[in-house]
């Protein structure tokens, strides 16, 4: 079966609540576009059009594209199963608990630490099915944790529900996703450690993301940043966290056709990397001057100002420390970008060089898979482009314009 056009997934999410007209004015997209999307008449449509459309629908933009087809989907379904099991285990209300041993909580935070180094690997298919037990490890650890032990216990169970949180986003799941981030947020205030809590936020932010639910994660993002935000000697953790979730919520005005904001936020977000000097991981959230340059790609991207992206591209510092899954997040608006300008050599190589670098997070992704399917499309693709393609089931992809 051919799988659904854009404008036929719009046509199935407004039926019985929108009218086109309606969706339009909703939107802020002609009645025009909508009617040639849903008639097939138009395969092409803007990023910053889809989200509108998306934002309206109430869906994440990924559904309006699609997901992409990775290794198994049944296999995707079960992991995810298996994590909302975990996530919403019983055991405790049952009595299951009180008779099993509390884990040892050194071996908890290594099983935290492994479990995000896979998260910014890409590598989503061992880390959902590391996460089920992880999970019901941290329940354990709650359950049983001394009075002296339950403020560690309760962090390392924090970090893990937001790594739920984060890798469900890449099956699909976001739903599911915003449960174990409100999780997670209520685990972290019970730590006396404001950081964890605004960490927490960050990824709630990106779940709100997801969904398509930008005002809203604007607002998590600037009101938790506040809460946070660093005066005389601030720590580096302290200023990368706060810069972090500024810029956070610059992507997410963006997304809102605010510019201004998206300005401001930008511009402080640029003040606080430049007071660190480096890109930094602290309480995995990934903030500095090399991060700075990705979200102000990001919200050029947006913006559908791709002659600004790709210049802005070019300043990256050498020696950015990004995590491999951010940076090949950001190679993606890079090659985006290359292509709305018509370079499509250039948009060919960096697409090449990012899924050579993380193939298992470009099989999780959407847009490099639209990417490469519109690639296709122009001229008469090279070897190495087809089997891209190939290796992303990328030739049957939505097109972007």
């Known amino acids: 079966m051919d799988e659904p056009t854009i404008g036929e997934r719009i046509r199935e999410l407004r039926r019985g609540i929108f009218t086109q007209h309606d969706l339009a004015v909703a939107a802020d997209v002609s009645v025009h576009t909508i009617r040639q999307l849903e008639q097939g008449r138009r395969q092409t449509a803007s990023i910053a059009t889809l989200a509108r459309l998306a934002r ?3 869906v994440d933009v990924g559904e309006l594209l699609g997901r992409p087809p990775v290794a198994s989907a049944a296999g995707e379904s079960q992991r995810v199963v298996a994590i ?19 884990p040892d909580l050194t071996e908890l ?5 492994y479990a995000f180094g896979l998260y910014w690997a890409g590598r989503y298919g061992q880390l959902a099915a590391l996460l089920p037990g992880l999970l019901t490890e941290a329940a354990v650890a709650m359950h049983g944790a001394a009075a002296s032990n339950m403020g560690r216990a309760a962090d390392l169970a924090a970090q893990v529900h937001r790594i739920a949180a984060s890798t469900l986003l890449h099956f699909g799941a976001s739903d599911l996703g915003y449960l174990a981030a409100r999780e997670a947020l209520r685990l972290a205030a019970l730590v006396s450690d404001p950081l964890r809590v605004a960490a927490v936020h960050c990824s709630l932010a990106h779940v ?15 009101a938790a940043a506040e809460q946070v935000e660093p005066t005389g000697q601030a720590s580096p953790a302290q ?6 979730l500024v810029l956070r919520g610059a992507t997410a005005a963006a997304r809102q056709r605010r510019a201004g904001a998206a300005t401001d936020l930008l511009t402080e977000a640029t003040t606080a990397a430049q007071r660190i000097g480096v890109d930094r991981t602290d309480y995995d959230v990934v903030f500095g001057p090399g991060h700075v340059v990705m979200g102000s790609v990001d919200c050029s991207v947006v913006a559908e100002d791709f002659a600004r992206a790709a210049e802005i591209a070019r300043t990256m510092p050498r020696d950015s420390a990004l995590p491999l899954s951010t940076r090949s997040r950001h190679l993606a608006d890079v090659a985006h970008a290359e292509l709305r300008l018509g370079h499509t050599k250039a948009a060919e190589a960096v697409l090449l060089t990012m899924e050579r670098a993380a193939p ?3 099989a999780h992704q959407q847009l490099p898979r639209v990417l490469v399917g519109e690639l296709m499309t122009r001229g008469r693709p090279s070897a ?18």
């Open 239 to 244: 200023l990368s966290i706060f810069g972090g």
């Open 56 to 58: 309206a629908l109430g």
């Open 109 to 113: 935070a290594r099983g935290v630490t």
């Open 84 to 102: 909302r099991d975990a996530l919403a285990s019983v055991d405790d209300l049952l009595g299951e608990l009180d008779d099993v041993d509390a």
């Open 384 to 401: 190495r482009l087809r089997d891209l393609a190939h290796r992303l089931s990328a030739a049957r992809a939505p097109r972007l314009s």
């Open 208 to 222: 709100l993301m997801r969904q398509g639910r930008f005002l809203d994660a604007e607002r998590i993002s600037v």
């Open 360 to 362: 298992e997070w470009a």
